[in-house]
Structures are given as C-alpha cells and as structure tokens.
C-alpha cells in the first residue's frame, strides 16, 4: 500500500513538473514574439522614414538636373540653335515670321517691274526692254513699338550708267501712338496722292507728267525725320522735315524742306458705303539745292520728263525736253531761291469706278525771279470685274487690289480686269527759255531743244492676275507747245507704247 502510495506521489510530482515546465517555456516564446513583432514595427517605421528621406532626395535630384538642363539650353540659345517658342511663317504681307506673341516680326519685301518701251518719234529713242525697278529689301518689328526697314534698288539705267546698289528705304519708325507715328532716316516725304503712292499700286504705268517732275516738285526719297499717322477716324496726316536734296544725299546747305499732309476720308462720316470720298492737301517750302539740278553756261535749270521716259528712264535723252527754265546766275548767286510748293486731291470712288484729280503749283522766289509752275491730272479709272476700290484704301492712299478670283488654270479664275483714262498738264510758260547768246529775261527762247508746256493722254489697260502680279499696257499720246528736236529729229509731239510685267511681294 505505501509502495503504491509512494508510486503515486512521484508520479504527481513529476507530472507537476512537467506541467511548470511546459507553462513556462510557452511564456518565453509569447515574450519573444512580442519582441520581434516590436522590433518588426520599428523596422518598418524606420524604413517609411528612409522612403521619404529617399522620395525627398529623389525630388531634389530631379530640380537639380532640370536646372541644369536649362542652363545648357540658355547657352544653346545663345549659340542659335531653335529653341522656345515656335516661329511662324506667312504670306499675307510679304514673307513674314512672327513668335506669334507680336514681341517680334520679320517682312521681307521685294518687287520686279519689267518693262518694254516703243516710242515715235524713233529717233528719239530706241524700242526697248528695262528693268524699272528690282528691289528687295526687309522690315524687321521689335518690342511691339519700334520697326527698322531697309530697302535696296538693284535696277540700273538702260543705257548702263547706274551700275551700284541704291538705297530707297532706310529707317526707324516709333508706333507706340497710333496717332503720332515717329520716323527718322530716308523715306518718302508724302507730297500728294499719286506720287505718295507706292509704285507697285499706282493706275497706269508711269506717273503722270503732273507728278514725275523731278527737282522740280520733290524727289522720291529724302532724309530727315516725319511725324504721320491716323489721330481720328478717317483723318490721316504726315509733316516731315527732311534735306530736301534728294535720295542718298546728305544736305548741301542748312535750309531744310519743310512740309506735310492732310487727307480726310468723308466716306466714314457720311455712312457711304462701298464708297471712298477723299479729299487731301498738301504744302512744302525749302530752298531749291544746287545738287538738285543740273547746269549749264552758267544758268541753272530744272527739268521734267516725259510719262513715257519716266523719272528714272535714260535721262541722257529726255533730259530738258519737256519744261528747261533757265534762271539767270544771280538768281543763285547765294543759292538763295525759296521754293513754295501746294497741292490739292480728290478721289471719288463707287463700287468699281473711281476718278482722281490732283492740282500742283510752285513758286521759285529769288534775288531776280518771282516765277510760278502749275500742273495737274485727272484719271478715271474701271474695274471690269467689280472689285470694289474701297477695298484698297487705307491710310489716305489707294493700294494692293485683290481680285474677287485669282487667276489660275486649275482654279479656273481670270483675275481682275481695270481701264483707266488720264489727261495731265505742265504748264511752265510763266519761265522764259533763254537760248545761248540770249539776255536773260528777253524772252527769246531755244526751241530747237527746249520747251515749256507739254500735256498727255494716256490710256491703260491692266491685268491683276493675283494680289501679287499683274501686267499693263498703256498707250500715251503728248503733245508739246513748242516743238523739240532730239538726235537731229524734231516734232511737237510724242507717241508711245508702253508694257509692265510686275511681281511683288
């Protein structure tokens, strides 16, 4: 019994034990659980704080680099290469590239004029084929509010004296006022409608004997500064203070030509439509240049030019013919002779018809002269194809038709159709031409060669093809009040065909 008894106790015992041993290794284990998973979340804790340290980094690697990506791309820039902003290219004013933000722009410009010439009496001058004009030139637009162009003429003489580029345009325009435009450098002093007209747009082929008179009016282009624009609807003005000693030529004197313009569009006020009523005065005074005009047995004189000859034609042959005035040497004994210039226009236009009118006079006031030249033209001109003439004035002047259909062979299109019909007048007689051998101021006058009156018809028939091209051909009739002779062929008049194959842009 107690064997028994003992066997039991043990057994209890070590079933305890085994039990207490048991119990305990269990508590270690949850302990040591508990453990790791702490030490787990701090891992992971300390591991979000490394990602975001590493997300912070990574962020500023990324400006770091794109700041370094830009400092080479400045200096690309800077070495030309294209980069910014596209540039953009059209073709609506010249060949034209813009930013598209108006900061900037660059108009390339150009014109041909190729022109044929026949002329009766032949003696006088030989049929041919010149180039009027070849021109190409740039206008370049900056800081919205400034522009430069410049312009060069690369047609010579038909006769090959003019052999070197000349400069038409040169000059900076300031244009933050729309109503006070500031230009300074060689431009054209706008003096009258038809001459203040770009010769790319003008109704017939050459100017009218009006017009194209050389000293004796104004030149084309002169140097100086200009005040222009448009201050009120319909009202558009320039006043101008330039050399007045002509194109590419610094001043010869002190004395300045001062001058302007003013040309109201009425047709704005009254609600006419489809309709331009312009009417515009223009006025100048300087003091006539030596280098202006030619001498010779110790005279001086001025000359004008037939429409078939042209200002810029071979003046070799048409020099003097039309109006020679001979002032006696103390008329410029000083240089001191002041030329007063005016002028009065007018141009009516309905729909596709349109008359223009203009009247000039000058007064030559010197030691010993008190003389006067007046001259003046009307055209009528006619739009077969209805185009409408409003639709090229701007700015107080007429320019570029666009035809209603371009002509093409695939579109089908013919262009645009105009007739025009001009008489002009130049009227010197209050000038006596005083022949070699003569007095001054006896009257006699030289008329194997000179004479000092002279009028023309001149019709003109004209294709506008594009916006762009278009061909002329005018017919010019003048008659002179006293006959001339040229290489030994004398007549009272002149007959002439005229033809014009033009592009610009």
């Not at 066997?7 to 079933?15: M, N, R």
């Not at 900076?172 to 500031?182: E, R, S």
């Not at 004189?301 to 020099?319: D, F, H, I, R």
Request: neutral net charge.
């Amino acid at each position: 019994m107690k064997v028994n008894k003992m066997k039991k106790i043990v057994l209890a015992g070590i079933a305890t034990t085994i039990t207490s041993t048991t119990w305990a290794g269990d508590a270690e284990l949850e302990n040591r659980i508990k453990q790791l998973e702490e030490t787990l979340k701090a891992m992971q804790q300390q591991r979000a704080e490394q990602d975001k340290q590493l997300e912070v980094l990574t962020r500023e690697l990324v400006g770091v680099e794109n700041q370094l990506t830009q400092k080479k791309n400045a200096k690309a820039d800077e070495k030309g290469k294209r980069k910014g902003n596209p540039v953009f290219a059209s073709t609506k004013d010249g060949l034209v590239f813009d930013d598209g933000t108006g900061d900037w722009s660059m108009q390339f410009n150009g014109r041909i004029q190729a022109d044929y010439r026949s002329i009766a009496p032949h003696q006088w001058k030989n049929d041919s084929w010149d180039i009027r004009r070849a021109r190409l030139g740039g206008t370049f637009n900056f800081l919205k509010d400034f522009s430069v162009r410049i312009e060069g003429e690369y047609a010579n003489t038909n006769d090959g004296s003019k052999s070197t580029t000349a400069l038409t345009y040169g000059y900076l325009d300031w244009k933050h006022f729309l109503g006070a435009k500031v230009r300074v450098g060689q431009f054209k002093p706008i003096f009258g409608l038809e001459r203040g007209e770009s010769t790319n747009f003008t109704d017939f082929q050459e100017l009218s004997i009006a017009t194209a008179t050389g000293a004796v009016f104004n030149s084309t282009y002169d140097r100086g500064v200009m005040l222009f624009g448009s201050p009120i609807r319909g009202i558009n003005y320039n006043a101008y203070w330039v050399n007045g000693s002509g194109q590419n030529n610094d001043a010869t004197q002190n004395g300045k030509d001062l001058g302007g313009r003013v040309a109201i569009n009425f047709a704005e006020y009254l609600d006419a439509n489809n309709s331009v009523i312009h009417v515009g005065v223009s006025g100048s005074e300087n003091t006539v240049q030596k280098s202006s005009v030619s001498s010779s047995g110790g005279d001086t004189k001025l000359s004008a030019y037939t429409e078939a000859s042209g200002v810029t034609s071979n003046t070799s042959a048409y020099a003097n013919t039309i109006a020679t005035k001979y002032f006696s040497s103390s008329a410029f004994g000083d240089g001191n002779v002041q030329k007063t210039r005016w002028g009065l226009e007018t141009a009516l236009s309905y729909g596709a018809t349109k008359f223009q009118a203009e009247y000039i006079g000058a007064n030559f006031d010197g030691q010993s002269i008190d003389k006067s030249i007046n001259a003046w033209y009307a055209s009528l001109t006619w739009m077969l194809t209805g185009e409408s003439y409003m639709n090229a004035y701007k700015d107080g002047m007429f320019g570029r038709v666009k035809p209603i259909n371009d002509f093409g062979v695939n579109q089908g299109g013919w262009g645009a159709f105009e007739l025009g019909l001009r008489y002009s007048d130049f009227d010197a007689s209050d000038f006596k031409l005083v022949a070699n051998g003569c007095v001054a101021g006896s009257g006699c006058l030289e008329s194997a060669s000179y004479t000092n009156k002279a009028n023309a018809w001149t019709g003109g028939a004209k294709w506008i093809l594009n916006p762009n091209a278009r061909i002329l051909l005018n017919y010019v009739h003048t008659n002179f009040d006293t006959p001339i002779t040229m290489n030994s062929k004398s007549s009272n008049h002149e007959d002439a065909v005229t033809m014009r194959a033009q592009y610009d842009f």
